[in-house]
């Protein structure tokens, strides 16, 4: 699975971005997909994943309320809305994208396919 993710850029504090990444693979619908971030000297933090479309989301709780997971399995394209962004929120942006066997919780699965990341700045 090759995964390319984009949309990241800086923007002021309350602000909303949109990252996206294109999957590429054979029946990319039947991955689940992850999103995940890494700031500057510190460990990479799950955000959010699902499975197919209308299945259920993930999310940690630092973003749950401000962070939405989509796909459009037309587009093998995986979305991450972001809203009243925080400079907290400074760090580059992964997508993944794994089969990950039914009725594993996905915060905790292992992802093994990345894409190259997009950084967003927050600045207050």
């Known amino acids: 699975v090759q995964l390319q993710a984009s949309g990241g850029g800086r923007v002021q504090v309350g602000e909303s971005l949109r990252l996206s990444c294109v999957g590429h693979a054979h029946a990319f619908a039947s991955y689940a997909v992850a999103w995940i971030r890494q700031a500057p000297g510190k460990q990479r933090e799950f955000l959010s994943a699902m499975r197919w479309s209308a299945g259920r989301t993930y999310y940690a709780d630092s973003v749950k309320d401000r962070f939405t997971i989509s796909r459009d399995d037309a587009k093998n394209t995986v979305y991450l809305e972001m809203r009243n962004l925080k400079p907290e929120d400074t760090a580059t942006y992964f997508c993944?994208?794994?089969?990950?066997?039914?009725?594993?919780?996905?915060?905790?699965?292992?992802?093994?396919?990345w894409g190259q990341g997009t950084l967003v700045t927050v600045s207050s």
């Open positions: 993944g994208a794994e089969r990950i066997p039914y009725g594993t919780d996905l915060r905790l699965a292992e992802f093994g396919n």
